[in-house]
């Protein structure tokens, strides 16, 4: 505790850290209070088929990452998703397309370039699909929530250009925190939007548990108890690295000697992130939608009925199958062992006992094939996390932290934020965060 109070202490010592704990803190605030201003011409208190519609499946989860601003009916309604689904494109685009490799070798001009299309394809992506979609979806699921003497048009016109603005304005705050905050603001961004979604499903499920006298307080303090242990693994999950040994070649130039130190790669066990849960998800997400398009959910039979259930078995092996094949192809697409070879040999790097170029990037996508395969099942397995909870009579809100995208974002983001802080800490001289070691963040190396 008294470790606790005198690393505040130092924090608030410092001017920079401070400037920029209490802007991010700024920011947030306002993101936050923009959560909950409604588009024009909604009446709030009838919103209650929304809410019921986003209490479960993938529209959960993209409500868990507005903050709630998406059953909300909110001008932030459709969060930093757009901005997300864009950059997902364009990461596609640059394994595809060779004008858009050019721009990945071009260094920091071909990344502004990259941003700057992946924000013009954002707005694209909200006027054309996203912010139609949820509005045509907001009729059919909360119209007497709109005023009567609205002309539907007109309403559709405006909102989606208040919908496109307020996605755009937070994807704005995102690049300030970064700028002149804490952490990386739009990840940031996220990770307060699931937060806040975590006070109501914790009382949710303390009065579950009490009311329905469902195993009370001994059997929450067990379920907290687990997710600690979920929390720890996930944890594992974001740090895990195998580290390559690289020697450099001794170059000597004048009266001075260049390289001949060895220093290490570290190779993440999940290099694909959340990004394979999202996809299956997206892609289990279908059969739900047909059969609630043919409102025929109950005679719905055999196997596809299975898929209406989150917590059904052949749903979860379909979805933890779906998330191994889809790791290893967002991570053959992410990592490039060819380029990472290239840059080895042209850096005067080699891995030793391996020659330098073709063999040197066999080595490194056969150690990668190695450890994405542990990632992977690790990856599903907390993935799929929440159904178990589920099972046990966990609440569907609270249940959402066993696992899934949710608690990896948070896992990441908080120790992304930490390490950031302990950065700072550090360079100022002070002690770190921990009294063993530094804080690792997603990147699986320490803060220096």
Known sequence: MRKAIETLKNIWKIEDLRQRILITILFVAIYRFGSYVVLPGINPAMLAKLHEQTSEGLLALLNMFSGGAFSNASIFALGIMPYISASIVIQLLGIAVPYFQKLQREGESGRRKMNQYTRYLTIAILLLVQAPSYLLNLKMQAGPSLNASLDWTLFMVTSTIILAAGSMFILWLGERITDKGIGNGISFIILIGIIARFPDALIQEVVSRVANKSGGLIMFIIEVVFLLLVIGAAILLVQGTRKIPVQYAKRIVGNKQYGGARQYIPLKVNAAGVMPIIFAQAIMFIPIT?????????????????????????????????????????????????????????????????????????????????ITLPGSFFLALVAIMPAFAGIFGVQAGFAQFFGGTSLLILVGVVLDTLQQVESHLLMRHYDGLLKSGRIKGRAGVAAY
């Not at 009925?305 to 052949?314: E, G, I, K, Q, V």
């Not at 697409?333 to 391996?354: H, L, S, V």
């Open 290 to 370: 047909f059969i609630g398009f043919s409102n025929n959910v109950n005679n719905a039979g055999g196997f596809l009925h299975a898929f209406t259930d989150h917590t059904s078995f052949w749903y979860n092996f379909v979805f933890a199958v779906m998330i191994i094949l889809f790791t290893y192809f967002y991570t053959a697409i992410t990592i490039n062992p060819t380029q990472m070879a290239e840059d080895m040999k042209r850096n005067n790097g080699f891995i030793p006992g391996i020659k330098p170029g073709k063999k040197t990037a066999e080595y490194i996508d056969d150690i990668m094939s190695r």
